[in-house]
């Protein structure tokens, strides 16, 4: 499986951003994940091959939405309310046996997009 993420950007805090990743191959269970300048990768929200059952990073939880247009073959991650702390590489992963918060659990990874929040 390959994965395309985009969509990142600068934004003011407060703002809204989506980002998007194109797969192609069989997906299956998908998640987003960020890394910050200086720290280590760290879960955002993963969402089931249907699109049912998703699960958030509590920072994350009332701002982001995970979704998934299975037609497309993309995976989005819808970003409101955005604060300096969400400012990280935001990676797109899938094929994971379940539903996880663990990266080691996917085993294919995009490249990343950057997403700076910033005034």
């Known amino acids: 499986v390959q994965l395309q993420a985009s969509g990142g950007g600068l934004v003011q805090p407060g703002g809204s951003l989506r980002l998007s990743c194109e797969a192609s191959?069989?997906?299956?269970?998908m998640g987003w994940f960020r890394q910050a300048p200086g720290k280590e990768r760290e879960f955002v929200a993963t969402i089931n091959g249907y699109g049912a059952i998703k699960i958030y990073a509590d920072s994350v939880k009332g701002r982001f939405t995970i979704s998934r247009d299975n037609a497309k073959n993309t995976l989005y991650l819808q970003m409101s309310s955005l604060r300096p702390e969400d400012t990280a590489l935001y990676y797109c992963?899938?094929?994971?046996?379940?539903?996880?918060?663990?990266?080691?659990?996917?085993?294919?990874w995009g490249r990343g997009t950057l997403v700076t929040v910033s005034s």
């Open positions: 992963a899938s094929s994971a046996p379940r539903l996880s918060r663990n990266g080691n659990e996917y085993p294919d």
């Open positions: 191959g069989r997906t299956g269970i």
